[in-house]
């Protein structure tokens, strides 16, 4: 099993259908003052799998600041059941509601492991302070 692909977005969800929504795809957060909390990040793991995969699986979530100190983590367990006649390959979609801790500005990083294999890292660039003053539109007459 691999991971396709990994971010964080402001919103996410798996149709009826098995479509995989996404909205608001980021990978900056600016925050007027720390500490503070991001709320309801959505992190989307995209994981491909074959019949070599079926079984129980371990996934593991380390939220980090700049210093590399984990500042929040999760592991939960992934059980896949095997595919149907004539399919060889799967999609794995795993969608995280997460609150992200944010003790001052720098590189955080979204650190994933599958079975206690590190397999991808979603990075998030966090500023802190009042944001800059956007430039006042000019009139042309």
Do not use: C
Not at 115 to 133: I, L
């Amino acid at each position: 099993m691999h991971v396709s692909f990994a971010l964080f977005a402001d919103a996410a969800n798996v149709s009826q259908e098995g479509k995989l929504n996404i909205l608001g795809v980021f990978d900056a957060l600016h925050v007027g003052a720390a500490p503070a909390v991001h709320p309801r990040a959505h992190l989307v793991v995209h994981l491909k799998g074959t019949s070599m995969d079926v079984g129980g699986h371990t996934v593991t979530l380390r939220w980090t600041n700049p210093h590399g100190t984990e500042l929040w983590s999760s592991a939960g367990d992934l059980n896949v059941g095997p595919l149907p006649t004539g399919v060889v390959e799967m999609d794995l979609p795993l969608i995280a509601q997460i609150d992200l801790p944010i003790d001052g500005a720098g590189p955080y990083a979204m650190a994933i492991a599958l079975d206690d294999e590190p397999t991808a890292r979603v990075p998030v660039q966090v500023r802190v302070g009042a944001p800059p003053m956007a430039a006042a539109p000019r009139l042309v007459s």
